[in-house]
């Protein structure tokens, strides 16, 4: 069983950076992928990025292309995700996600957040104008 903590979450002023940090106990060779999500409140969760831990590939949401990094330290068991820019509409609790089947890049997004099966217990991130 792949244990799952996020921190690193708070609040920031529009322009401002994080970093969200998952680290990973009983890591697990068998993880393919590791992933960060998103959700407000009334709308599904989405997937902000992606890093495939075979070929650190990686894959992001359109909405935060070019502002977010996902980056994966596997001696420290521990994947980040460095947000700057930040926006408002950034504002959302974030999950760490980690999967053995996973999906492609083009789509992990919108309809991959079924093929997780591992999941931390969210992050608040709040950007204020």
């Known amino acids: 069983q792949v244990q799952l903590v996020e921190s690193g979450g708070g609040s920031v002023q529009v322009g401002g950076s994080l970093r969200l940090s998952c680290a990973a106990s009983r890591y697990s060779v068998s993880i393919v992928c590791m992933a960060w999500f998103r959700q407000t409140p009334g709308k599904e969760r989405e997937g902000v990025a992606i890093v495939y831990r075979d070929t650190d590939i990686t894959a992001y949401a359109d909405s935060v292309k070019g502002r977010f990094t996902i980056s994966e330290d596997n001696a420290e068991n521990t994947v980040y995700l460095q947000m700057n820019s930040l926006k408002p509409e950034d504002t959302a609790m974030y999950y760490c996600?980690?999967?053995?089947?996973?999906?492609?890049?083009?789509?992990?997004?919108?309809?991959?957040?079924?093929?997780?099966?591992?999941w931390g217990q969210g992050t608040q991130v709040t950007v204020s104008s």
């Open positions: 996600a980690a999967a053995r089947n996973c999906p492609r890049p083009d789509s992990f997004s919108l309809s991959g957040r079924t093929m997780f099966t591992y």
